[in-house]
């Protein structure tokens, strides 16, 4: 027995030992590819010494002689700390990913190769003036500076991930910061969505009428009515199904509800309490580790440049200098229109125009496959734009027999100068200039806020389609492509999109709110991101006379929800303080429980809080009824609460209360009965995910956000280490913005907030202050891949100085770049 117990334990200490060792030699390989900060270094492309200083939050103040060897240096610097995160980005905006990743990623391989935004980037380049051209060349040398050091010094292959998933890293090319930018456009566009998800209900719907409740409009001048899609295309079946869905591993495409949101305010002399201007931004993204945020100093010939950059973009997107501050909101441009093309019966290669029958013009392209056969695509294009199958956004669903669908976007054009316009912003001096030299901007449609010494401005920037007046859906439903009057016109000028300067009122703001009423087709948008946020800015706008900079960190940190306030006092009107006492245990106990908890509550979205996580579970139990039995299939494409759509119900207006009814039922079930149900039904969820304690709940531990690895994230073990979880305050309607994800078994994740916040105060422009969600490295083994999560978290920021002396005073590190 002793025997046995001997070589029991050898054997044990044998496997600890060994798992030791692979643990050791693990953590050795993966720490090779820590960047050193200090050092010395010759490379090629440059032409003077460059010397990036890297303060305490490792923030890079970049040096140089001339303009491009100070993007030089921060193409070094993107690719010191986020080198796996461009080479992703890169390899999914050229249809690339399955060459890594496999089967998974076939699906996105096959929609960015029919999209073909590479190509048309690389095309762009040579439309671009010659000092973003310039920088171009020079940020890439600096890119592929890092990779010749990595590939010199056995630098652990650049990042931990590249030996889970090696594979070769293609030299940067200047083209490839173009594609960056259209790869955003991808992740901030929703119209396609939008158009094809109208559609769908309206032919799901017995009453045309209730698609006015569902998907309803912005408040604010009416439109004129629609055809409904079955008078477009009368051979569609009625009710479309559910088509199958693709998987979202890395796709880059949003789901509906999170194209792009955020918000940006600012401060005329007048209203600022020091007498300078004020600028607040925080623009709002997918939640992951490492975030998309990076933050740098650039030393231009023009002066200091400081903010938020995009590892694989030259630019600073949102930031200062000691001239202007900029920020940027998604502007929702309906900037996407789908076209049903005809395709002529008697030869497939050929589709209807208004001139008859032309060619598509198709290519093929090969799609490489880790460990499978390579497929081959034929690539198809109309006038209108690159043909989509039906397996893409459920177009199969309305898309008649013998036709297609093709898309018209902004984005698609291959003399796209949007990098040239954000190179000429960093070099602005006045609000005019920084209007002016928006003109260039293409994709994706931003409004840009924007503020000098003096005077505030806002405006749109992107290319707005020009579209005929007598289009048959004003661009909210898919249309005919073979009749011209659907068809785009080309683009608006540039003076038509709204600009607010100066306002008499002092204060400039947008958080994805409707921010002009104009008749098609200068409307803009019928589609917006925001009804709700919009009440609570006006209301701490309002409430002082003279903000702060503090002033606009509170308004930015608030999570007071103006739906919260006006919703509940509708659906629970007829149930507050009502009934029997009840018995404890027994669900009417509950819910008066769960009622007095709601009735005293003032909307605070605060994590500690329960009440928010019962009006949550509410509203969302309440909107699934409400929709259930009129939408069937279709109702879980509606998976965030539509706060107008439940006004509408509980207001009846225009006859909205029908929603209230089941159908299949033979009772007449009322709005004050649907209420009490759902309240029943989210009672019921919360028990069985937290707890029947409902003043224990904690709206935190419902709303964490998942600042997930978008490829370790869900290996095991490994994902405790590379993915960042907290638990937030706010939600989707509160200015402090953090989107549920609105599925799953954790339907109120935080899966989309500001993952940059900046507050810039020209009264004072070193007081000025910013923050990322999580740090700068994308090395999960550096101190800095998340050391600004928890002051993201709780609200706090950090100093956004020019002071070259402070930034050195306690620099982590300086490195020093020296020509070869």
Not at 400 to 423: E, F, K, N, Q
Not at 543 to 561: C, G, K, M, N, Y
Not at 570 to 598: K, S, V, Y
Not at 646 to 653: H, L, P, Q, S
Request: glycine fraction near 8%.
């Amino acid at each position: 027995m002793g025997v046995v117990f001997r070589w029991l334990m050898r054997i044990a200490s044998g496997l600890v030992l060994l798992t030791l060792a692979a643990i050791g030699l693990v953590y050795f390989l993966a720490s090779q590819s820590l960047p050193d900060y200090d050092q010395t270094l010759q490379v090629k492309g440059l032409n003077a010494p460059v010397e990036i200083v890297r303060d305490t939050a490792n923030v890079p103040h970049i040096l140089g002689q001339t303009d491009p060897d100070v993007f030089f240096g921060l193409g070094y610097a993107h690719a010191q700390d986020r080198l796996w995160q461009m080479t992703v980005m890169r390899r999914t905006v050229q249809g690339r990913l399955s060459e890594v990743f496999g089967q998974r990623t076939v699906h996105i391989d096959k929609l960015m190769r029919r999209l073909d935004l590479y190509g048309l980037a690389h095309q762009s380049f040579e439309v671009q003036d010659d000092y973003t051209k310039a920088a171009l060349r020079a940020y890439a040398a600096g890119v592929n500076a890092r990779l010749d050091e990595i590939n010199e010094n056995a630098l652990g292959r650049g990042a931990p991930e590249m030996f889970l998933f090696n594979a070769p890293v293609a030299p940067w090319q200047p083209g490839d910061s173009i594609a960056m930018i259209k790869l955003m456009a991808v992740q901030l566009s929703g119209h396609l969505q939008d158009e094809v998800l109208r559609a769908r209900t309206s032919l799901m719907l017995n009453d045309p009428q209730r698609l006015s409740d569902i998907l309803p409009d912005v408040p604010g001048a009416g439109i004129a009515a629609l055809p409904e899609y079955a008078a477009l295309f009368p051979n569609l079946p009625r009710y479309a199904a559910n088509s199958e869905p693709a998987a979202s591993w890395l796709n880059p495409v949003p789901q509906r509800g999170l194209a792009g949101a955020s918000n940006a305010w600012s401060a005329a002399p007048s209203r600022s309490a020091t007498g300078g201007t004020l600028l607040a931004n925080d623009p709002h993204l997918g939640l992951t580790a490492p975030g998309i945020w990076y933050l740098a100093r650039l030393e231009l010939a023009k002066g200091g440049v400081i903010g938020a950059t995009i590892p694989g973009i030259p630019a600073v997107m949102s930031g200062r200098s000691d001239r202007l501050g900029w920020g940027l909101t998604s502007s929702y441009l309906d900037d996407q229109d789908v076209h049903i093309e005809r395709v002529n019966p008697d030869n497939p290669e050929e589709y209807l125009t208004p001139e008859g029958f032309k060619s598509f013009k198709s290519r093929p392209s090969i799609i490489e496959i880790k460990d499978a056969p390579p497929i081959t695509l034929t690539l198809r294009w109309t006038e209108n734009g690159p043909v989509l199958p039906g397996t893409h956004f459920n177009l199969e669903t309305i898309t008649p027999p013998g036709h297609v669908a093709s898309l018209s976007w902004t984005a698609l054009s291959p003399r796209d100068t949007s990098i040239s316009a954000s190179m000429a912003l960093m070099n602005a001096d006045t609000v005019r200039e920084a209007i002016e030299a928006a003109e260039l901007f293409i994709a994706p449609s931003q409004n840009l806020s924007v503020v000098d010494k003096t005077t505030v401005g806002m405006k749109l920037i992107g290319a707005m389609p020009s579209r005929d007046l007598n289009n048959q859906s004003r661009g909210r439903i898919p249309t005919p492509g073979w009749i011209a009057a659907n068809r785009w016109q080309g683009r608006l000028p540039y003076s038509d999109n709204p600009e607010f300067v100066a306002p008499a009122g002092g204060v400039l703001g947008n958080t994805n709110n409707k921010i002009i009423d104009r008749p098609f087709p200068l409307h803009v948008s019928y589609e917006w991101g925001d009804t709700q946020r919009v009440h609570r800015w006006e209301f701490l706008m309002q409430s002082r006379e003279v903000h702060t900079r503090d002033s606009f960190i509170e308004a930015q940190l608030d999570t007071v929800s103006f739906t919260a306030r006006s919703l509940l006092p509708l659906i629970g009107a007829d149930l507050w303080f009502t009934g029997e006492a009840a018995p404890e245990g027994t669900p009417e106990r509950q819910r008066q429980i769960a009622l007095t908890l709601l009735a005293e509550w003032n909307g605070e979205m605060n994590e500690h809080l329960p009440e928010p996580l019962i009006y949550a579970a509410w509203v969302r139990a309440l909107q699934k009824r409400l929709i259930a039995d009129d939408l069937g299939p279709l109702a879980k494409e509606f998976k965030h609460v539509e706060p107008l759509f439940i006004e509408r119900v509980f207001r009846d207006i225009d006859g909205a209360s029908a929603w209230c009814d089941v159908r299949q039922s033979a009772p007449v079930e009322s709005c004050t009965d649907m209420a009490r149900l759902a309240l029943d039904d989210a009672l019921v969820w919360i028990s069985e995910r937290y707890g029947s304690q409902l003043e224990s709940l904690r709206w935190g531990d419902a709303h964490q956000a998942t600042h997930d690895h978008p490829v370790l994230g869900e290996v095991p073990v490994l994902r405790y280490f590379v993915n960042i979880r907290q638990s937030t305050s706010g939600g989707d309607n509160t200015l402090q913005r953090g989107r549920t994800s609105g599925e799953g078994p954790d339907p109120f994740q935080n899966v989309h907030g500001a993952g940059y916040r900046g507050v810039y105060d020209f009264a004072d422009p070193d007081s000025s202050v910013f923050i990322t969600a999580t740090g700068q490295s994308g090395h999960f083994l550096s101190r800095y891949y998340d050391d600004q999560a928890q002051l993201w978290r709780r609200g706090e920021y950090i100093p956004m100085s020019l002071d070259l002396d402070l930034a050195r005073a306690a620099a982590v590190g300086t490195t020093r770049l020296m020509p070869q």
